[in-house]
């Protein structure tokens, strides 16, 4: 079976780390997969300055799609990844195959994170970020109890190896100008759900312009179900 390219974005505070398993699953079944790491994150954190922003991650993955000449890729984003794979789309359209939105956010030109979540979610990111000492970078938001409804020491494996996320793309608007060529999809993480993604499922479950799957997992079904997203990426990929 051939397979287009699968370049996969991990979420906010995660690295590419994230995707071990479903990309070792994808790699079985025979695909090309990438699974960048986003500047200041993870192993990359030392690289983290104030002037990291949502085009630095953009140009990331950008990078990564040049530099390996990719072309007929299916560009999955997991939550913050949505912002990423999103203007990638904008400056790349030409090399995808597919967009997939994995409980991720979904941003219009010109809207941030911080636009998207509203004004309380801005002032408790720069709140800890101050009361941490680093002001650019905000330290982990969300419980892995709440993203993957675990416990005990599985949660606190996973919690030992976030890292802070640089303000700057949190804050930073995607410039994505044009409708995307790419099909996209959109996947919906039904249980569990946290309340942050639920318009952009809605949205896309009504419109004629997306394909549409819910799984029967959390937030974090990558880490909790690698299986069922991988089986899901490899279909879209085949």
Known sequence: MTFRTCVLVHGGWHGGWHWDDVAARLRNAGADVHAPTLTGLAERAGEATAQTDMSTHVADVVR??????????????????????TG???ERGDRLAELVYLDAFVPQDGQSVG????PDFTAAARALAEAAGTPSLIPPMFPIEDTTGWSGERAAAIARRLTSHPIGTMEEPVRAPAEPAARRTFVYCNARPLGIVEPYASAARESPDWDYYELAGPHDAVR??????????ESLAS
Not at 115 to 118: K, M, N, R
Not at 224 to 233: E, K, S
């Open 64 to 85: 990564v799609i040049d530099e390996h000449g990719l072309d007929d890729v299916v560009l999955v984003g997991h939550s913050y990844g949505g912002m990423v794979i």
């Open 88 to 90: 990638v789309a904008a």
């Open 115 to 118: 636009d998207l979540l509203g």
């Open 224 to 233: 909790v179900m690698p299986a069922t997203v991988a089986g899901l990426i």
